[in-house]
């Protein structure tokens, strides 16, 4: 299944975009992942906010996050 339909960041922070009813339960997967590259999640209805470390640490979650996008 599809994980998120898009993402974007900015900064420290990633917006991923998910499917309705998809974000909150991705937001406390990510947080149960203990990616030290990640300070917290806040997960709505379809948008998850990911707060990062610094920018560098943005780029790092965002390549983890679309190589698990890609897992079959």
């Known amino acids: ?3 998120f339909s898009r993402i974007d960041g ?3 922070l990633i917006v991923l ?3 309705p009813g ?3 339960p991705i937001s406390e997967a990510i947080d149960s992942h ?3 590259e ?3 999640t806040l997960g709505g209805e379809n948008t ?3 707060i990062c470390r610094s920018s ?3 780029a790092v979650v965002t390549r983890r996050l679309l190589d698990l996008a890609r897992v079959p």
Do not use: K
């Open 10 to 12: 900015v900064s420290e």
């Open 48 to 50: 998850v906010l990911i």
């Open 22 to 24: 998809g974000a909150q």
């Open 56 to 58: 560098e640490a943005r």
């Open 38 to 40: 990640i300070i917290g």
């Open 1 to 3: 299944p599809q994980l």
């Open 34 to 36: 203990g990616w030290t």
């Open 17 to 19: 975009h998910t499917l």
